[in-house]
């Protein structure tokens, strides 16, 4: 998810409906004459089909990630009630996409307090707080709102030390726990087959060309995250080094240009357990589908990702609204492909949109597709299993 100073990044209100509380007691009158009871619908106990729904729309809330504007936040405002409501997580950007204006962050001290608020809000405190947060030009803490500078991938990758590495990587991931972030979609594992790509290579977001340097240099990026308690996210799966354009703001094509040695990060990643999720892109690739992004594709994520590479845990998607999917889909259609595909969590940045209705809009397109028996539940479940992965214990 790159949303970096420059274009951002490759890189959710309403919310589920609350269940009805249940009547506590009726008080029986000392007469003969029984009491008549309320008539009052909402002074009922809620139906097992009630129950049902409910308990499907928060776990459906719960596989959603969204972005808000405001440097702060009150009980009553939406993302608030959403996080009561189930919401799964949050990602928190330092500036807002149409307004240029600041959005999330704009000091150690008044983020930390966001972060604590937003959290108080969810049950069991298991809120997922994320960020993008790189290095280089793609950090959403920067020197602008108080956080250290912090070199990029590429200059990491260049120097290839495991010692500059793991102290680089050490410096990043102590700006997150500083204020509470658990969960950095990192590190970028794209090869820089073509430096001039607007996505990767003239951001500086890829450790090499070389498959060995980007996975040696990731590995040392992930334990230092691990070792601080913060999940990370390999991205941009199946790759996205050869792309010309930027998936935030227009569709996206490496057909003829990928190769399947892009695969090779991920896949050794994968098979050593470093990997905590894994971030599809929204890119399309006629090699691998010939009709849907990677994001949007079951030959992509479960024939691929989860056959061939055999990854069972997270899938994460890229921007829900990104350009390269909502030209071509709306956003139930988005959602009910991605979904199908096989990705478990779904990212609503709220910068190319801003959708203070994207919660309750999202898991009302969801519900109608378990009803539908487009989606079953056992699936849904599934997702949440992987998700809970991700989040802080409680």
């Known amino acids: 998810m790159n949303r970096a100073r420059v274009p951002r990044r490759l890189l959710l209100t309403g919310a ?35 129950q049902d729904e409910a308990a499907l729309r928060r776990k459906i809330a719960s596989l959603l990630v969204v972005g808000f504007r405001g440097d702060r936040v009150g009980r009553d405002d939406w993302i608030v009630r959403a996080i009561r409501n189930g919401l799964g ?39 997922i707080v994320s960020i993008d947060q790189e290095g280089g030009r793609t950090a959403r803490l920067n020197p602008s709102n108080g956080f250290p500078a912090t070199r990029s991938e590429a200059e990491i990758g260049a120097e290839n030390s495991a010692t500059a590495t793991r102290e680089w990587a050490r410096g990043l991931v102590a700006s997150l726990t500083r204020i509470g972030v658990n969960l950095n979609y990192a590190p970028v594992v794209d090869l820089n087959v073509n430096p001039e790509s607007r996505a990767i290579g003239r951001l500086d977001r890829s450790f090499s060309a070389n498959p060995d340097v980007v996975v040696s240099n990731a590995t040392e990026e992930i334990h230092a995250h691990r070792a601080a308690g913060v999940k990370t996210s390999i991205k941009h799966f199946p790759g996205i080094g050869s792309a010309a354009g930027n998936t935030d703001f227009e569709v996206v094509d490496v057909s003829d240009t990928w190769n399947r040695v892009e695969l090779e990060p991920f896949r050794r990643l994968i098979r050593a357990g470093a990997a905590d999720s894994v971030l599809v892109a929204h890119v399309l690739n006629r090699q691998l589908d010939p009709n849907r992004p990677a994001s949007l594709s079951p030959a ?19 921007d829900m609204q990104a350009a390269a999917i909502t030209r071509r889909h709306g956003s139930a259609e988005a959602v009910r492909l991605a979904l199908q595909a096989g990705v478990d969590l779904l990212v609503f940045a709220n910068q190319q949109v801003y959708d203070p209705e994207i919660v309750g809009k999202t898991v009302d397109a969801v519900v109608d597709l378990v ?12 997702s949440v299993a992987r998700v809970d992965t991700l989040r802080p214990k409680g």
């Open 16 to 50: 589920g409906s609350a269940a009805v509380a249940a009547l506590a007691g009726c008080q029986v009158s000392q007469s003969t004459t029984p009491t008549p009871q309320p008539t009052n619908p909402q002074s009922h106990p809620p139906t097992s089909g009630q």
């Open 89 to 127: 997580g949050v990602i928190l950007f330092d500036r807002d996409l149409e307004t240029d204006a600041e959005r999330n962050i704009r000091s150690p001290q008044q983020v930390t307090t966001l972060i604590r608020d937003l959290k108080s809000a969810a049950p069991g405190r298991r809120l």
């Open 300 to 318: 992509v994520v479960t024939n691929l990702l989860r056959g061939e590479l055999g990854w069972q845990g997270p899938v994460v998607s890229d």
């Open 371 to 382: 009803r539908r028996g487009q989606l079953s539940q056992e699936r849904i479940d599934t």
